[in-house]
């Protein structure tokens, strides 16, 4: 084979630390990244380029960043399909891809930093600390954390009946009285306000900093393919309901939350007819995945070649398997049959590279061997 392992995916891997070219595109990420944190305000970004462009691959690289500056928690979901009500998008959007394990330790955290002991006047305190901090009066959600912050605390265990309640509790499954009673909440999450409310808590629980806590410095919550919102437009009511429930939970977090909806569009004007008014007034940044220019295609591919864990020989031939005209000519080809994105290009260096090694290799991929290639296709 030509590469240590096969660089051509078209399906993004869902943690990738591979970049090729688009400079841009990366400052603009790494900006996001920074400006979130450090002012601390939320805000709401619109990603938005052609099918194929990069958009997914972006987000799972800032996703990548994130986890590695350890400072963010990020909730990555692709927009849930079948979705009629702000209820249906936080179960299946927000806390579906949440990791309860992490919402365990932090709970567990300020557990230990606020009760400080078993003293009952300790766990009056630190439910009135809960309630008043991270649930905003809402003494049922402060009840349900402190219980499984304590539990997790004394016990390492989050598969403790106690927990797997509050799990069940927080996911919005309706709970049977034995239950409620053992969580010592009045009633199950089911009004589209309480998801509302359970959104902005769970987010000021994970970035809770008082007290000596060390929460995160804020959530990136991500809904890629935030454009197939289109198909409840034949529901107004749904397609309404969904995004005035989002809005809510966005206000309902001043600080540390950025919230980021991408979109394919070939014109950003499209993401105003996909957005509410209400929605709409509230995005701070769009960040556009255009298609490759010539350059940026050749760079994007000779980056890509030469990463790390692709490259088979560091002999510093930065073109190899291919000659630097072929690779330009490929891309010529490319951009008669589609768009220049980097979905595309993958596919069309897969085939042609797929092909020579079965017919020409070890010998170097050419020009000529270029023309032949597309003249066949």
Excluded at 123 to 128: D, F, G, K, R
Excluded at 342 to 362: D, G
Aim: hydrophobic share 40%; aromatic share 12%; proline share 4%.
């Amino acid at each position: 084979m030509y590469f240590k392992s096969w660089p051509f995916k078209v399906v993004p891997e869902r943690s990738s630390e591979v970049w090729a070219d688009r400079k841009d595109l990366l400052k603009q990420l790494n900006f996001l990244v920074k400006d979130s944190i450090e002012k601390g305000r939320s805000s709401i970004c619109c990603f938005w380029g052609y099918v194929g462009a990069g958009k997914s691959h972006s987000l799972f690289y800032l996703k990548w960043l994130l986890e590695k500056a350890n400072e963010s928690f990020l909730i990555y979901s692709p927009m849930p399909k079948q979705v009629r009500k702000y209820a249906d998008l936080y179960q299946q959007g927000f806390f579906k891809p949440l990791s309860f394990l992490a919402l365990s330790k932090m709970a567990a955290e300020i557990w230990k930093r606020l009760s400080k002991g078993l003293d009952p006047r300790n766990e009056i305190a630190t439910l009135e600390k809960l309630t008043s901090d991270i649930a905003d009066g809402w003494i049922d959600f402060g009840q349900a954390i402190m219980n499984l912050g304590r539990i997790v605390a004394l016990t390492g265990s989050v598969r403790d009946p106690v927990c797997l309640a509050v799990e069940a509790w927080l996911s919005g499954v309706r709970l049977s009285r034995t239950e409620l009673r053992l969580l010592g909440v009045s009633d199950s999450i089911k009004e589209e306000s309480d998801f509302v409310r359970a959104t902005s808590s769970i987010i000021r629980l994970l970035t809770y900093r008082k007290n000596e806590c060390t929460g995160y410095r804020n959530v990136f919550w991500v809904l890629d393919d935030f454009h197939s919102i289109a198909t409840l437009k034949t529901s107004p009511k749904a397609f309404h309901q969904v995004q005035q429930g989002l809005k809510d939970a966005f206000n309902a977090c001043p600080d540390n939350l950025c919230l980021i909806l991408s979109f394919a569009s070939r014109d950003s004007s499209k993401l105003d007819e996909l957005l509410i008014e209400d929605l709409a007034s509230r995005v701070s940044r769009r960040i556009q995945v255009p298609p490759l220019s010539d350059e940026e295609a050749a760079e994007f591919i000779v980056d890509l070649i030469n990463f790390k864990d692709f490259k088979k020989d560091d002999d510093g031939d930065t073109y190899f398997p291919y000659t630097k005209d072929a690779i330009q000519k490929t891309i010529e080809l490319c951009k008669e049959r589609t768009d220049c994105t980097p979905r595309n290009l993958m596919k069309w260096f897969e085939n042609l590279t797929s092909a020579a090694e079965s017919e020409i290799y070890p010998k170097r991929i050419d020009v000529d061997f270029v023309s032949k290639f597309f003249g066949k296709e």
